[in-house]
């Protein structure tokens, strides 16, 4: 996985932000959340362990291998009923049939062995117990810049981290593959659009894509580069003149569950 989630300097960029109010109603429709205990695996900076509450867990345990983002976890998104700790995605720590639901978001896109992960979650979901992973897939992320989906206008600019792109991606059809030979049922996927977050101004998108703020693909454009993207993206959102620009990214969801015997 990738060195900047260890940086100091970058221990708030996934912690200070809220869940958007669409995505909690489209996971409470995905499956109940009320009363059960949910592991957060890679919780990052805590933003989703704090929405698992909101959905009516009754607690949840944040995992994440990096010390810097639990630290941030625990400045930005305290709550007694959470309980952050270190442990990697397939080791998590935890014991055998400890949770009710394993959640993942953005994760597996760092993962370079996949199979690893679920076998890790299907045994400390309990039986009957349930699976969430939501990431990007190829098909997600090259969807066409707009002004909602920003992340196009990357690999519009810098077609070459299509391929750095890809190459981290799981597609859907590999996800539920490997679901279903980790020994999980009714697997299934869906997309939806998660607001990542909204600006007053160009100058404060610009601020944040200069900083390299919460998009991990940045890394791997110089100074210079991420100068140019930055105007290239505001030279383009400049002429439709939008009073705020709402940023959108479209995701993948599977759901799949535990078999209650095996």
Request: charged residues 25%; hydrophobic residues 35%; glycine residues 6%.
């Amino acid at each position: 996985m990738t060195h900047f989630f260890h940086d100091r300097q970058h221990r708030h960029t996934y912690a200070s932000r809220s869940a958007d109010s669409a995505w909690l109603q489209q996971m409470s429709q995905l499956i109940d959340w009320e009363g059960k205990t949910v592991a957060d695996i890679g919780c990052g900076g805590g933003i989703y362990s704090k929405a698992m509450l909101e959905l009516q867990a009754a607690c949840v345990i944040g995992i994440d291998y990096s010390s810097e983002m639990l630290k941030a976890a625990n400045e930005k998104n305290p709550d007694p009923r959470i309980r952050y700790q270190m442990g990697e995605a397939t080791q998590t720590g935890l014991a055998d049939n400890e949770v009710d639901i394993v959640f993942s978001r953005a994760l597996i896109h760092h993962l370079t062995d996949l199979p690893s992960f679920l076998q890790e979650a299907k045994r400390i979901i309990k039986p009957g117990g349930f699976i969430i992973v939501q990431n990007r897939t190829p098909d997600d992320c090259f969807l066409p810049g707009s002004e909602f989906h920003i992340r196009g206008y990357l690999f519009q600019k810098f077609p070459h981290l299509k391929e750095i792109e890809r190459r981290r991606r799981y597609t859907d059809l590999e996800v539920k593959s490997d679901l279903i030979q980790s020994g999980f049922l009714s697997v299934k996927s869906t997309t939806v659009w998660e607001v990542r977050r909204t600006y007053q101004t160009l100058s404060e998108l610009a601020k944040e894509m200069s900083g390299r703020i919460g998009r991990s693909i940045l890394h791997h454009l110089s100074d210079d580069e991420l100068h140019e993207l930055v105007q290239y993206i505001t030279d383009e959102l400049r002429h439709l003149k939008l009073e705020t620009i709402v940023e959108q990214d479209r995701w993948t969801v599977w759901t799949a569950k535990k078999p209650l015997t095996i």
